[in-house]
């Protein structure tokens, strides 16, 4: 029962998905009013950026340009003057003389980044095209809200100050102008491209970005008529397929070009003939190409799972050099490979990727590496035009950096599988085409998920290379179950307990908090509870195997033990609180004891903390991101402290305060505790033992709680259990219980007792033999 509720709990979400919400525009209030519910009886689920949807919707820069001053994106500038008729583009003025242009990246080209969502940037531009300032001024980014510094990728973006966006577009080099933020790899270059691709377009709509006068009066589309299939070498040889081949040696040069010291300092290994990778790729909504690549099965269930518009292309590898990476995760945007069209860049996501076992073509090579990539619903992208995809190529130049260089494969559809039209008797924009009638009226319907063979789904990918890291975290878990299901025979050895409890929060603490940064957050609540909302897929709760396998931990958890699993043993920021009292103690230190009476009414504040998070986030989840910062999980573990001071102050300030008080944020101010202690409340067992006589007249386990969840009465207060078993060990201790006391003094006075007895029974006489007379005697 337990493992079908896990799969249909997971069965129903996604992480970080790029879409746009129907529920929040059609389905009325009951459906809302059905996943509140949801998401309250779940909140022991999710990981990650799961999001609210994006509202659709027209030009969106009046919504953000409140945030910066004139000067902040036109040096000099002094104010704003309305936004041009035509386009959302506000001018910038210096007195009355015209300085600049401001406007939003997301109004003209698709930001979308790894959390499915827009990153808004402001952007102001002199009036020949050069960017004069830039800010980012909305985002969703999970890499930036749990782990990369604002500040680096504010870096970047003023990286492109003083470029000129028609000549960057025009270029065709082979590093990016910007150097790329290590770890935030698809956030900054969505960031850099949406800077560079906007601000084309804005000069051309203000008619200076060189675009053609007049429409061609012919233009040119895929021809329809064109079937049949091809062998590899004749794809190959007329085009049909591209090819790029890169050698170590060429790579090396091209890292040598960037005058990068560090790149340099680590070439590829091998020789310089060795291939690096050889890349192919063709447009398979071109009926010859995609049956000849696909096969006749695969080519007709691609057209099914095709939109109109929609086109897709094959690409496949072999090399040392994997052009899909494993390193993409969260939003599941392959990193190392676009493609390019005109001043249009697209990314492809996993769930518009299929795994291909192989190339179709008689006579094509065994590809390790070979996949089928659908361009994402509603691009422009015109399949009659050329395009080129982007290879990134990147080395390791320290443990954390990377550089980067690019190399393009150049794609140019053959004519003879085009046709040319005059531009008056055009419509729509070609559309992908249509199966043939025949096929498609003798084949079914399949859902795209259906049609796709087994493969080794990015998730998994992603497990098998953190193996070591989910062993020791599995093997933690297991020895934390072992500790709860035999913690009677540990408690009766105090000295065993502590080496253990002491140990266990020290490894929490450094290994899953501080090296493995597993530090679960009452931001993951509130981004599953707004997931619940949306049409997620599953899978992207496994894209981070250590925070999935802690979930599921916890959820299970909570139906032994409550809360107090977690809260008391896995908790990196609790470990680092409970360890600074213990030091604190040693160093004399004296302890604050809050008067129950106060206790009692302090710790539901936590309570009321997540209660406000959570109905913030059904309203503006950003918002409730950014109010969770009431956690000072992200500045102690994940960031150690490296942050601004005001964070740095606030997380040390809570950690003082506990150096006084016991587990102080525990106790008071955690919402992820509040969180987990409503689901709690279903725990279906009861471990902890007490005698009669706690509370009345014996009070020593609620002094000794160190998170006062013992009532002065004795009973213990599940909800603000920590599980950390010291009233166990003070149950079985025969000299600070009274009632296992009594119980040694008794045992011990009737041993006394037997034994008095037996000193006071007279003794039967022993007899002992006289070696020389033989004669018995006998001795008291």
């Not at 992480?15 to 919400?21: C, D, F, H, I, Q």
């Not at 583009?89 to 003389?97: D, E, H, R």
């Not at 850099?192 to 006068?213: C, F, N, P, T, W």
């Not at 989840?621 to 740095?648: C, G, Q, S």
Request: glycine residues 10%; positive net charge.
């Amino acid at each position: 029962m337990l493992t079908g509720s896990i799969k249909s709990f997971w069965a129903g979400s996604s992480w970080a998905k790029t879409v746009r919400s129907k529920s929040l525009r059609t389905g009325g209030f009951w459906s809302r009013l059905r996943a509140g519910c949801l998401a309250g009886l779940l909140l022991c689920g999710g990981t990650g950026g799961a999001l609210a949807a994006e509202p659709r919707g027209g030009a969106v820069v009046e919504r953000f340009i409140g945030m910066v001053q004139p000067g902040d994106l036109v040096p000099g500038a002094d104010r704003f003057g309305p936004a041009a008729a035509n386009a959302p583009i506000l001018p910038v003025y210096k007195g009355s003389a015209l300085v600049g242009h401001a406007y939003l990246t997301s109004d003209f080209v698709n930001t979308t980044g790894y959390s499915g969502r827009p990153i808004h940037v402001l952007v102001g531009l002199s009036p020949d095209g050069v960017v004069t300032g830039a800010k980012m001024v909305d985002h969703h980014e999970p890499i930036v809200l749990v782990g990369i510094p604002i500040a680096r990728i504010t870096s970047f973006i003023d990286g492109y100050v003083g470029r000129n966006v028609l000549e960057l577009a025009r270029q065709n080099v082979s590093s990016p102008p910007v150097d790329i933020v290590s770890g935030a790899t698809v956030t900054v270059m969505v960031i850099g491209d949406s800077i560079i691709r906007s601000g084309k377009k804005v000069m051309q709509a203000l008619g200076k970005g060189g675009a053609e006068a007049a429409a061609p009066a012919v233009v040119r589309s895929i021809d329809p008529a064109k079937t049949g299939t091809e062998d590899w070498a004749t794809l190959v040889g007329d085009g049909s397929v591209r090819r790029l081949t890169l050698t170590v040696g060429e790579v090396n040069a091209a890292f040598e070009r960037t005058g990068k010291a560090e790149a340099i300092a680590r070439p590829e290994p091998g020789a310089a003939d060795e291939t690096f990778i050889d890349l192919y790729a063709g447009l398979a909504t071109i009926p010859v190409i995609g049956r000849s690549l696909l096969g006749d099965a695969e080519y007709e269930a691609m057209l099914q799972r095709l939109k109109p518009g929609q086109h897709a292309i094959v690409v496949a590898g072999q090399g040392r050099y994997s052009f899909k990476g494993s390193g993409y995760v969260r939003g599941g945007i392959f990193d190392r490979f676009e493609l390019i069209q005109h001043e249009g860049a697209v990314r492809f996501r996993d769930k518009t990727h299929k795994r291909l076992g192989g190339v179709a073509a008689a006579g094509a090579p065994d590809f390790p590496e070979a996949g089928l990539f659908i361009l994402p619903e509603g691009t422009e992208f015109n399949p009659a035009d050329p395009w080129r995809l982007q290879l990134l190529v990147q080395r390791a130049t320290a443990a954390l950096d990377k550089a980067f260089v690019t190399f393009d494969l150049g794609y140019q559809p053959p004519d003879k599988y085009l046709k040319s039209e005059p531009a008056a008797t055009l419509g729509a924009a070609p559309a992908a085409p249509a199966a043939p009638a025949s096929s498609a009226a003798a084949t079914d319907p399949v859902e795209p998920e259906a049609a796709e063979p087994a493969e080794v789904p990015l998730w998994q990918r992603i497990w098998e290379n953190r193996l070591v890291d989910i062993a020791i975290t599995s093997v933690a878990i297991l020895l934390l179950t072992g500790i709860f299901f035999f913690q009677d025979q540990i408690v009766k050895r105090p000295a065993l307990y502590e080496r253990l409890r002491l140990g266990f929060l020290v490894f929490t603490l450094v290994w899953l908090g501080w090296i493995a940064h597993a530090q679960l957050s009452v931001v993951n609540v509130l981004t599953f509870a707004n997931a619940l909302r949306t049409d997620f897929r599953w899978d992207y709760f496994l894209m981070d195997p250590l925070v999935f396998i802690l979930w599921c931990s916890v959820a299970a958890s909570l139906l032994f033990w409550g809360r107090g699993a977690f809260c008391g043993w896995l908790c990196p920021f609790g470990a680092l609180q409970e360890l600074a009292s213990k030091a604190a103690r040693k160093v004399g230190i004296r302890q604050i004891a809050v008067p129950f009476g106060l206790h009692q009414r302090l710790w539901p504040i936590k309570y009321i903390v997540f209660l406000a998070l959570f109905g913030l986030s059904f309203y503006s989840l950003a918002n409730a991101e950014r109010m969770a910062e009431i956690e000072p999980f992200k500045t102690a573990i994940i960031l150690h402290f490296i942050r601004d001071w005001w964070f740095v102050l606030f997380a040390v300030a809570l950690l003082a305060a506990g150096l006084f008080v016991e587990r102080f944020f525990c106790r008071y101010l955690c919402p992820l505790g509040a969180a987990l202690a409503i689901p709690g409340r279903m725990r279906m067992f009861d471990w902890l033992k007490r005698y009669s006589e706690c509370g009345s007249p014996c009070r020593r386990c609620a002094n000794e709680c160190p998170v006062q969840a013992i009532h002065p009465d004795g009973s213990i207060n599940p909800n603000e259990c920590i599980q950390c078993l010291h009233c166990q060990v003070l149950y079985h201790h025969d000299r600070k219980c009274p009632v296992v006391i009594q119980k040694r003094l008794k045992r011990e006075r009737r041993e006394a007792g037997a034994a008095a007895t037996a000193e006071a029974a007279p003794r039967a006489p022993v007899l002992t033999s006289d070696p020389a007379t033989g004669r018995l005697t006998a001795r008291p």
